[in-house]
């Protein structure tokens, strides 16, 4: 029996539809809106954690469970500025990366009760404005631990975790997040291309167990200006090894601002034959780890990319905040979104670099 949630069919083909009439706007950064709550250790721990013998502060994701009124709040004020799809509160929210707090336990109920509230703000707003219906997308971060390069530099085989480790993690969050109602999944800040393809899998593998199939979004992170991931992929590269999970979106994110993110954006735009997503940081950090690029900078920039026809959808990342958003929302609204290309026959191939065979 399909495991299916209610509405949810519909919401998807609303998506569809949506991305072939407009640029679709992605919401901002989470990290930054939280810091500016200035929480305290009591805000993390709750009732729940009141005894956890870890400090939770700085774990965001458990505020799923300890302050759900201000991940519904800022999902609202993303909505509110002009996105179409808000992303869960679930970056870190796997046994891997929540070891950090000893909060491996908790994994199921952060990545459900994420989806919950951001499926109970999207359908208010859905409800409000069936114009412009609202959608919410979970969040699969990148882990703390890396498949791909060796955890001891005198060592290139070792590694901390295995392929089935990183694959039962995400397999867990999936199902969480997929029993909670999110619309689709993001696979996002992608520094090492097999996590991600551990994540995949994990999704992949919930359909052939009755799941209800769920759009895939996936967003790499270059992580300087060579061009490359943090394990040493070109963007071409890193899209022919995830091209087969014929994916609802392919992107980046994160580690640059717009300058200097663009041209692997009209890489990716060249050769990516599904919808192109970009959400830069604002601008690079300063020296106190800041970011100083003004919402109209952004807006302004991001506007260039849609005009030039390299987009499908657009948000912010690191330090980004709503007015962030609702500048990129206005300065693209009534733009065409782009149309992705019909490339060849080819058998298309990657290690760091790619390689085709016409």
């Known amino acids: 029996m399909t495991k299916v949630h209610p509405g949810r069919a519909a919401r998807i083909a609303a998506l569809k539809a949506a991305a072939k009439e407009r640029i679709l706007i992605l919401d901002g950064a989470w990290g930054v809106m939280i810091q500016k709550r200035k929480l305290e250790e009591s805000d993390y721990r709750g009732d729940r954690f009141k005894d956890h013998p870890v400090d939770m502060k700085g774990n965001n994701d458990i505020l799923c469970l300890t302050r759900p009124d201000i ?27 929540q070891a950090d707090y000893d909060a491996g336990q908790a994994v199921y109920d952060i990545n459900f009760q994420g989806a919950r509230i951001a499926r109970e703000v999207a359908d208010r707003w859905t409800q409000n404005e069936p114009d412009k219906p609202r ?42 997040l997929h029993d909670g109602g999110v619309d689709l999944f993001l696979i996002e800040t992608i520094t090492d291309t097999l996590n991600c393809k551990a994540a995949i899998k994990a999704i992949l593998d919930l359909e052939d167990e009755g799941y209800e199939p769920l759009p895939i979004w996936i967003s790499g992170t270059i992580t300087d200006r060579s061009g490359r991931t943090l394990s040493g992929q070109t963007v071409e590269a890193f899209w022919n090894s995830v091209r087969h999970a014929k994916p609802f979106a392919i992107g980046l994110n994160c580690a640059l601002g717009a300058d200097l993110m663009r041209p692997h954006i009209a890489e990716l735009a060249r050769i990516a034959d599904t919808l192109v997503s970009a959400y830069p940081n604002a601008g690079l950090p300063n020296a106190m780890g800041e970011y100083d690029e003004s919402p109209d900078q952004t807006g302004h920039q991001l506007h260039e990319w849609a005009k030039s026809g390299l987009v499908n959808i657009l948000g912010g990342c690191c330090g980004t905040t709503p007015d962030h958003i609702r500048h990129v929302a206005d300065e693209v609204r009534g733009m065409t979104p782009r149309q992705p290309p019909e490339r060849a026959t080819a058998l298309r191939l990657a290690g760091l670099e790619p390689f085709e065979l016409a």
């Open 135 to 176: 959608f919410v997308a979970g969040s699969v971060g990148p882990l703390n631990r890396m498949l791909s390069m060796s955890s001891d530099v005198n060592d290139p085989g070792a590694r901390t975790v295995t392929f089935d480790q990183v694959y039962e993690a995400y397999r867990q969050q999936m199902i969480a």
């Open 71 to 97: 991940i519904a709040e800022l999902h609202e004020a993303y909505y509110a500025a002009g996105a179409d799809i808000s992303e869960t509160n679930t970056f870190s929210a796997t046994t891997i990366a």
